[in-house]
Each structure stands twice: as structure tokens, then as C-alpha cells.
């Protein structure tokens, strides 16, 4: 006790006093600069690299026999009398489904510039229960010949009473001056042939320049007007055009 007091008492008149030893600080780091932690990415496929559609492939001449898409489907339309209609896809033809073609019919028939908006008409494919108004085919060249009872054409669709015949080489290819987009051929092929069908007749085009009338038979021609699909285009309107049709000849090399 007594030394400790002795040596308070030393450092008390010692000039420089007695330093307590305190441990020297590192020496200054600066912080390492910020960096985000790294976001895990996953690389888009290339243009290549994307599932494509199927090839569809036919013959000819087809066996006449038919694949039938299940029913039923939703009702198009809000209004006007109910039409029940079938799809049936001609055997032989591969690429394409009965589902798939079914679709394709009912995606078209309930957009708003298709036959539904007039009021006229509710538009609904029929269940294996149901009887059909009628039946939309797709068919080969050969039995689109023998399904629409016109003679040697094996180029164009067709309606034939209650059969809406669709050509699987217009589906496929489209025409020369209208192959893109082929969506909107195959709508337009759609609604010409189920417009027949919902007593429509052929029209001429009302105005060089302007959109053709579905009912034109845009397929052998335009005669001016540009291609249009749908019956009221702008999901209103109604285009139509003078009643009638030209008369173009069919491809030699189809």
C-alpha cells in the first residue's frame, strides 16, 4: 500500500508525469468501395432457339375421313340467334390439330370486328350432344372438290349448304399477294366462308385505295382495295361493298 502511495506521490512533482500506457491504434484502412451483390441473370433464347409452329403437311387428295375437335365451346356473341357449329380436320392433314383449328375458328369468330357484333348472331361450337347448324372442314385440295360440288377447282374454299369448307393449302400457304400476316388470311378465310353460311353474298370493292368488304373474294383478287379480314373492322361499322363478284381466273399452276 505504502509503495503505491509513493508512487502517486513521485508522479505528482514529476515534471513530465507518469504516462499510462495505451495500445497504439491500427494504422487508417479506408473501406473497400461498395459493390451490389451480383443478380443471377438467365440468357433469352435466340431467334433460333424459339419453339416454332409445326410444319403442316398434306397430300393431295385426302381420305375423306374425319378428326373431330370435343366440344362444347363458349358462345361468341351477346346477342341475335345461336348457330352451333362443328370442326372436323381432314385425316391425313399433319401440323395441325382439331383442337388447334377449333381455336384458331373460335378466336376469330368472338373478336369484335367479327360476325357477332352486328347483333344478329351468337356463334358457339356444338358438343359431341349437339346437332350443328353446320360444320366448319378443313380439308385437302381433292376432297374440298368433291365437299363443294363445283367442279375441278382445288385452289379456293368454299360453303356448301351447311358445310364451310376451308382449303388446308390456302390455310397453309395463303395466296400470292397475301401471304403476311397469315393470321389475318386465315381470319379472312374464316369469315368469308361463315359469312356464306350467315347469307352473306359476294361484294365488289367500294373504294380503290380502301379496305376490301370481307365478302370480296379477296382471295382470287383485290381489285384495288387493300386485304381485310373482318366484316365491321373497326369493331363497329359494318363494310360492306356493291353486291357482286369478278370474274378472275383461278391460278394455272395451283
Known amino acids: 500500500m505504502w509503495r503505491k502511495t509513493l508512487v502517486t506521490a513521485l508522479c505528482a512533482i514529476s515534471v513530465s508525469g507518469c504516462a499510462t500506457a495505451v495500445p497504439a491504434a491500427p494504422p487508417f484502412s479506408p473501406a473497400p ?14 431467334p433460333s432457339e424459339l419453339e416454332e409452329p409445326p410444319e403442316i403437311t398434306f397430300p393431295g387428295d385426302g381420305p375423306g375421313r374425319w378428326r373431330t375437335a370435343d366440344g362444347p365451346g363458349e358462345t361468341a356473341g351477346r346477342a341475335g340467334t345461336l348457330l352451333r357449329y362443328r370442326i372436323s380436320v381432314e385425316e391425313g392433314i399433319e401440323g395441325v390439330t382439331p383442337e388447334q383449328f377449333a381455336d384458331e375458328v373460335a378466336a ?3 373478336d369484335d370486328r367479327s360476325w357477332i357484333t352486328g347483333g344478329r348472331w351468337r356463334l358457339r361450337r356444338a358438343g359431341p350432344a349437339d346437332r ?4 366448319v372442314f378443313l ?9 363443294c360440288a363445283m ?8 360453303r356448301n349448304g351447311d358445310s364451310v369448307v376451308l382449303n388446308i393449302a390456302r390455310w397453309t400457304h395463303g395466296v400470292p ?19 356464306h353460311r350467315l347469307f352473306q353474298g359476294h361484294e365488289l ?4 385505295g380502301g379496305p376490301a368488304p370481307v365478302m370480296q373474294q379477296q382471295t382470287l383478287g ?13 369493331g363497329r361499322d359494318r363494310l360492306a361493298g356493291p353486291s357482286g363478284a369478278y370474274d378472275d381466273p383461278l391460278p394455272t399452276d395451283r
Not at 367442279?151 to 368454299?158: Q, V
Open 33 to 46: 468501395p461498395f459493390s451490389p451483390a451480383p443478380v443471377a441473370t438467365v440468357p433469352l433464347p435466340l
Open 108 to 110: 376469330v369468330l368472338a
Open 132 to 135: 350443328p347448324d353446320f360444320t
Open 139 to 147: 380439308a385437302t385440295p381433292g376432297t374440298r372438290d368433291r365437299l
Open 151 to 158: 367442279g375441278a377447282d382445288r385452289y379456293t374454299s368454299c
Open 177 to 195: 399477294h397475301w401471304r403476311e400476316p397469315l393470321a389475318e388470311y386465315r381470319a379472312y378465310l374464316i369469315n368469308h366462308e361463315i359469312g
Open 205 to 208: 370493292c367500294p373504294e380503290p
Open 222 to 234: 383485290l381489285h384495288g382495295c387493300t386485304p381485310n379480314a373482318w366484316p365491321y373492322p373497326n
